[in-house]
């Protein structure tokens, strides 16, 4: 739980989709109605002003960020810049689809072991393992690509030292910083997330992780509290995994598209899972859990509101997907014994 | 690459026949019949068995229908001592068969619509009637949806110097259509006839709102003289890739690209769609072909198809003899109960040698235009998928 103050101990609290929203409550309870909110629509791409009902349901007092409008004027007014992220988004294309031909040839190698009739169950788990660590390869792998190609379109075009783009950056950052929350809404989770590094919104919601002896390892420190469902719960995560089990044509095996803010750890957010998702179908979901593991398979429905702890780590009850593909509720790992104590328990069961 | 339709498992019916209980219901009277009439909607579907009825005082009662390789005209039986004709025939699961009732009277010989069978499907030659077999649902995404966003449809005409005529075509810009954005494009031969016999409007404003196809810039053109222009005609072709083409990218915000363009048809509309991609290479990345009209031969010319498709045959015969790749990107479909379902599923392969990444799909169904209907989200998403894997609520 948050503590008392919000604005003391900044939480994310990752809501499902709000059909029949539940954010005024949610606000409610965690003491943000009514606060000032910075509210991040950029998903819903041109209908990004329809915010009057979201404004309504945190209280009234909010600041729409006005992303893609902001990016379609940059586009605008730097031609070189928006042929250059036309560019690299038609390549993260064609790597997405080459990368699925793969996941695709995985899960029908996988269908094909699991209808194998084995004479010991260990040698379909082994190679159904086999093929998950393939799979699990390729996702690490895909990642990796997808950030070089970021990476050399920001290191060639250099954004943040066009004009546009800084006015961008300015004016968003003076935004954020009149307001005591944030409010991230679903829609286009790859345009919300173009959006979002366009403007450079990562250390606007979060400070790096403090320095230690070990590195920098930890989570970033939030700056204000958080709401966010569908894409928005999305793109905080460590990585945005897209999913949808019952596409008419198109491939129906998940795929990673790529690293989120890194706001959260160990989650894989799974916004709508109800209606995305074959939850009936455990060893489908087996597989998707696996292959996310050792993040966890955070399942955002309807009824969902988990305000995850402050190092961004699920809280204990959190609605996940267990190993097996069933639903379960997240335990947090017992913290390490202390020598003492192991040695006490040592005894005591000998 | 092309995949095997699956096919549900073939319905059951337990116990007797609505007809063979009528019948063992005898002596059978006029009002005994309209009871069973009343309660049964026809013809009568019981797992496989489809019992067709008539009623009436005539001299005989035949069902007319088109399923290739069956026999097309089935006499009914009277049932005895009443005014009630039937005959039962099986049909797989899934199945949509559009048929008539023909009925001797005297030396008079008629044919209609089944009048004990609401359901009819319409077309540019006609009415008939629809029996859907055990497992066939009409799809939801065909019927308008309050909370689907419709697109717009505007009359386009421009003058053809290739067609020497005037062109009507009809645009269809979907919801919230933006000049700032870039859409793909489709080319839809036979259009209004797609649109209004198979609610192609309809579908394509259901299934951009469901996510399932990307929003698509749409036009419908219609063809003159059909039989001239759509089998191999080069002043069509020259028309839709010289004139309409940049016509449209002038108007309008299509993405420019081959791959974002697709061209589509049905019967001689595919033969069109597919003859203008090979007389354009790399215009056209895209071709959605339903039942296309493509009859060849492998001895002789002899095709028996009447002099319409002398020009298709001497195309597929050129095309078959050297095949070409002519689009990257095909979504073939035919029904099986039509006879043009041999060549379809012989140029699968040849299409497939060309390197172009096919998809094949069959459906029990004829040549019809609620076959092609049906099939449409299945192309339109596989041909422009929608971003339903990338918007989460």
Redesign the interface.
């Known amino acids: 739980m948050p503590a008392d103050d919000p604005f003391a101990d900044p939480r994310i609290t990752l809501l499902g ?3 029949e929203p539940r954010v005024p409550k949610v606000a409610e309870r965690l003491g943000l109605r009514g606060r000032r909110f910075a509210i991040i629509t950029a ?1 819903w791409r ?2 990004e002003s329809e915010d009057e009902l979201l404004t309504d349901l945190l209280g009234g007092n909010t600041v729409n960020l006005g992303l893609w409008s902001l990016m ?1 004027r940059v586009w605008e007014r730097d031609p070189e810049l928006a042929e250059g992220d036309r560019r690299r988004r038609l390549i993260h294309t064609e790597m997405q689809e080459l990368y699925l031909i793969g996941l695709e040839q995985a899960v029908v190698a996988i269908r094909r072991i699991r209808e194998h009739n084995p004479r010991d169950e260990r040698v379909v788990d082994m190679a159904v393992e086999d093929v998950l660590e393939v799979m699990r390869r390729m996702d690490a792998r895909h990642l990796e690509r997808v950030a070089d190609l970021n990476h050399s379109f920001y290191a060639r075009y250099e954004p943040q030292h066009r004009d546009a783009v800084v006015d961008g950056r300015f004016h968003v950052g003076r935004l954020v910083a009149d307001c005591e929350a944030i409010a991230v809404t ?5 345009v919300l997330m173009g959006a979002l590094h366009l403007f450079n919104l990562a250390p606007a919601l979060a400070a790096p992780p403090p320095v230690t002896d070990a590195g920098a390892d930890g989570t970033p420190v939030l700056l204000r509290p958080v709401l966010a ?3 928005g ?2 793109v905080l995560t460590e990585r945005v995994l ?3 089990d019952h ?4 491939p129906s095996v998940s ?1 990673l ?1 790529m690293n989120g803010l890194g706001l959260t750890r160990g989650i894989v957010a799974l ?2 899972p109800k209606e995305r998702l074959a939850m009936r179908d455990p060893d489908r979901m087996s597989v998707l859990v696996r292959r996310a593991a050792p993040a966890h398979a955070l399942l955002l429905d309807e009824q969902a509101e988990v305000t995850l702890t402050a190092g961004g780590h699920l809280p204990a009850g959190a609605r996940i997907l267990g190993p097996d593909g069933a639903v379960t509720t997240y335990a947090p790992p017992a913290p390490p014994a202390r020598d003492g104590e192991a040695s006490a328990r040592e005894e005591e069961s000998a | 690459m092309s995949l095997p339709t699956s096919y549900p498992a073939p319905p059951r019916h337990k116990g007797k026949l609505a007809i063979n209980a009528l019948k063992a219901t005898a002596p059978l009277d006029g009002p005994k019949v309209d009871e069973f009439l009343a309660r049964h909607q026809v013809p009568i579907v019981e797992g496989a068995k489809c019992t067709f009825l008539y009623r009436g005082h005539v001299d005989a009662v035949a069902v007319r229908h088109r399923i290739v390789n069956q026999p097309q005209h089935v006499p009914m039986r009277r049932l005895e001592g009443t005014d009630l004709w039937y005959v039962t025939i099986e049909l797989p699961a899934q199945s949509r068969v559009e048929y008539q009732i023909e009925v001797r009277s005297g030396g008079a010989v008629e044919t209609f619509n089944d009048p004990l069978n609401p359901l009819v499907a319409h077309s540019p030659v006609g009415s008939s009637s629809v029996l859907q077999a055990a497992g066939y649902e009409t799809p939801d995404w065909v019927q308008p949806r309050p909370e689907a966003r419709p697109g717009e449809l505007v009359d386009w005409t421009m003058q053809s110097k290739a067609l020497r005529r005037t062109v009507h075509n009809r645009i269809y810009l979907p919801a ?1 259509f ?1 000049r ?2 870039a859409y793909p494009l489709l080319v839809v031969h036979d259009g209004d006839d797609y649109i209004t016999y198979a609610a192609m409007k309809t579908v394509l404003d259901n ?1 951009i709102h469901d996510l ?1 196809m990307a929003e698509t810039i749409v036009v419908f053109s219609n063809p003159g003289d059909r039989l001239r222009e759509y089998p191999n005609y080069a002043p069509h072709a020259r028309h839709l890739a010289r004139e309409l083409l940049p016509a449209i990218e002038e108007e309008l915000p299509v993405v420019r690209r081959s791959a974002a363009r697709c061209l589509m048809g049905a019967s001689f509309g595919a033969v069109a769609s597919l003859s203008t991609a090979a007389r354009h290479p790399d215009t056209w990345g895209n071709l959605l072909l339903q039942s296309g009209s493509f009859v060849f031969t492998d001895i002789g010319s002899d095709h028996g198809g009447g002099p319409a498709f002398d020009p298709v045959v001497k195309f597929m015969n050129r095309y078959r003899a050297r095949p070409r790749r002519i689009a990257d990107r095909m979504y073939v479909h035919c029904g099986i109960y039509e006879p043009l379902i041999v060549p379809n599923r012989s140029m699968v392969p040849v299409f497939e040698s060309t390197g172009a990444q096919v ?1 094949y799909v069959e459906s029990r169904d004829g040549h019809s235009w609620e076959n092609w209907r049906d099939r449409l ?2 192309g339109l ?2 041909i422009f ?1 929608g ?7």
């Open positions: 989709p709000q059909r998903g041109d209908r379609q679903g829609g286009h989770v790859g469902w569908g894409a719960a999305m897209l999913f949808y596409a008419v044509s198109s795929e598209l916004p709508s | 919230r933006r700032s954005s299934i399932d998809r989200r299945d998403s596989w998928p971003p339903q894997k990338l918007v989460y609520e």
